[in-house]
Structures are given as C-alpha cells and as structure tokens.
C-alpha cells in the first residue's frame, strides 16, 4: 500500500501528461557504467525510465531515497518515433526519484523520474516533436 501513495503522490506532482513510449535506452552513470532500461513514458519536462533491481543499483548505488537535491546526474540515450525517422535522442538527465513497482508479468522493477537538463545538440526539438505529433488528431 505505501507504493502505491509514493507513486499517486508523484502522480499529482507532475506538471504534464505522459506519453507511453516503450523504447529501449541506455543509461550512462557517473562512473561511466553503461545500464540497459527501457523508457516507460516521456513529457516535455522529463522521462520515466524501467529497469531491474540490478541495474538500478548501478544507477543509484547507494539504494537511498533520492531528492532532487541530491543533484544525481545521468545520461540517456534513447530512440523517438518521428515523422522523418527515428531520431537519437541524448539528454543529461537529474534523477528525481525511484521507486518499485509490478510489471506486467507482476514481476518487481523499478522505475526512474527523470528531469531533463541539458539535450545534445537538437535533440530537445525531436522531443518537442514527438509530443506534437502524439497529440494530433487522427485523420
């Protein structure tokens, strides 16, 4: 039941809706390590990324609630369906929170909030893009 109110009260923090996405991303930490996850949903302001146990320990070794305080730091690298093509996108991200939660097959992950700060290059438009483009009337 705790989980559950942790990720309502992320929920109603949020300042925009998620896209689902799906894709799968790489997360390089701060020592380097590269972590396979996979995108769960992307906003204008941020992302929630899906990973196992393992790889969130990579990700946040020292297994501690995260504030954003804390200023941790990641790079991601993920794909984005767009018009033209997919398009890399690569972004520094802060880790907001994590949290465990069911996947589909009622296996425990653990999922990422992640905030992003600074895109490479014109990658901030792809994203711009991609939530245009989701958000168009079906014709």
């Known amino acids: 039941m705790l989980l559950a109110q942790i990720n309502q009260q992320y929920e109603?923090?949020?300042k925009y809706p998620r896209?689902?996405?799906g894709a799968p991303a790489v997360i390089i930490c701060a020592d380097k390590q590269l972590v396979e996850c996979h995108v769960y949903d992307v906003s204008p302001d941020g992302l929630q990324i899906r990973c196992t146990r393992n790889a969130a320990m990579?990700?946040?070794?020292s297994c501690k609630q995260i504030s954003p305080m804390d200023?941790?730091?990641v790079n991601v690298i993920f794909s984005l369906p767009i018009r033209d093509g997919n398009k890399?996108?690569?972004v520094i991200c802060s880790v907001y929170y994590f949290t465990l939660i069911q996947d589909a097959k009622n296996e425990e992950d653990v999922a990422f909030g992640l905030?992003?700060?600074k895109f490479d290059g014109t990658c901030g438009r792809y994203v711009e893009q991609f939530?245009?483009?989701a958000l168009e009337p079906e014709k």
């Open 58 to 61: 990579a990700i946040n070794p």
């Open 131 to 133: 939530i245009m483009q």
């Open 19 to 21: 896209l689902k996405l």
């Open 115 to 117: 905030k992003f700060k």
């Open 12 to 14: 109603e923090q949020r």
């Open 88 to 90: 890399q996108i690569k």
């Open 71 to 73: 200023k941790l730091l």
